[in-house]
């Protein structure tokens, strides 16, 4: 406390299952030989072997958090695998540029299943989800007009337009195939826009 460093804070949250996260010792009680901690915000999932105690709230809670962590991360390496870690517009494979996307969103109840995903480079997810690129359910790149219309450099030119009327590069499998009814959903968001 007085040197002002901070601790590693390890939460048990199921048998063999710790959340880290940054913490600070912020009082002292000598005499009743306690401290007060401060956490900040959950940081990472560690595998450990302390245990601390928490209460039913923060056990539930923390639960719920590993297990969403862990189905994102399932969900981004099923859906790059699927897609042999190309982005499944314009075939860059390196998987520190790639990202699994939803295709109807979490918010919107997408599930992370990699029927409802697609391997995307950065910029193309990022493109998609804010409907500038659009992706028909017969498996069709749309670029939107008024960005067609657009003159720029290299990246709009090649990145963006080049990529208008390119057929998705798709995984082998049948069940990994994006759902088309997924993709008319999100497709109608993209017309929409346009
Ligand atoms: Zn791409």
New binding site residues.
Partial sequence: MEEGLSLLYFAGVAQGLYIASAAMIVEDDPEALTFTVALAPISSVVEGSLHVELNEAQRRYYLRVVKQRANQAHFRVEVLQAYRQR?T??E?RHPELLDAAHIVPDSQGGRPVVSNGLA??K??HAAFDHSMVGIRPDYVVEVRDDLLAESDGPMLRHGIQGIHGRPLVLPKRVEWMPDPEALELRYETFRLAS
Avoid: S, Y
């Fill in positions: 982005c517009i314009c860059l995307l480079c910029i193309h």
